[in-house]
């Protein structure tokens, strides 16, 4: 099939007429590639959850479990890089003198990937000019464990990979005077960000608890997508 053939078919079926689609531009490429409405993250649901279906919850044990205590979730981390932050004990409100004999350890768990958004199949005149709406979703476990469990910071990055052309950075924080345990959704959109940018840098920190056993947060449906217009917003 011819180039032009290939243009028409994206133009068509994207129904993006109007935009800039130069001929230098490898259009089978970008057809095969489908960079509209699709989830641009590997491996969005790394803990084998959904968000359509209630958190699971934990069983309480009577005995600590056997082995080395575990440092993170359970889970195929495939796709992602990984990383922890040991925040050490929280004696926090425990008098001077007293003993304990458990205190929680608390640490961050960091998941991170960047997004290659022309390996994706989105062209440079398409960012630079259109600048088409890059939806960001995620969905965090009340897991109750802290105040804190869930960060996460997005950032649309220039070519080299590095200069922050946007940022968006969630830090919630949690009601823990009542039980809730279900899925939060996050999410934000990037609009009229500006010429430049050829990557997005997914980061989400998630707060884990150990003491006698451990307890994590979990996450998922992890989201980034390109929508093919804009937002009326």
């Not at 989830?39 to 279906?53: C, E, I, K, T």
């Not at 200069?163 to 345990?181: A, D, Q, R």
């Not at 997914?202 to 947060?217: A, S």
């Amino acid at each position: 099939m011819a180039t032009n053939e290939w243009k028409k078919r994206c133009e068509t079926e994207w129904n993006i007429k109007g935009i800039s689609m130069p001929d230098g531009v490898d259009w089978k490429f970008v057809y095969e590639a489908k960079p509209f409405g699709r989830n641009l993250l590997r491996n969005p649901a790394p803990h084998g959850v959904s968000q359509d279906s209630p958190p699971p919850e934990r069983e309480l044990t009577e005995f600590p479990p056997e082995g080395p205590p575990r440092s993170e979730p359970e889970g195929d981390y495939s796709g992602w890089t990984t990383s922890r932050e040991d925040l050490g004990y929280d004696a926090s409100g425990v008098p001077p003198g007293v003993t304990i004999c458990y205190l929680p350890n608390y640490s961050w768990f960091t998941l991170e990937q960047r997004v290659d958004l022309k390996a994706e199949g989105v062209w440079d005149e398409l960012l630079d000019g259109f600048q088409p709406d890059i939806v960001i979703k995620d969905w965090y476990e009340e897991s109750q464990l802290h105040e804190s469990i869930y960060q996460l910071r997005v950032r649309l990055l220039g070519t080299d990979g590095q200069t922050v052309i946007s940022e968006y950075i969630m830090s919630p924080t949690e009601e823990l005077s009542e039980y809730s345990h279900n899925w939060k959704e996050v999410s934000h959109v990037f609009s009229d960000y500006g010429p430049g940018v050829r990557y997005v840098h997914f980061l989400h920190r998630l707060k884990n608890k150990f003491m006698v056993e451990f307890f994590p947060t979990l996450v998922t449906g992890s989201t980034v997508l390109i929508k093919p217009s804009k937002s009326s917003q």
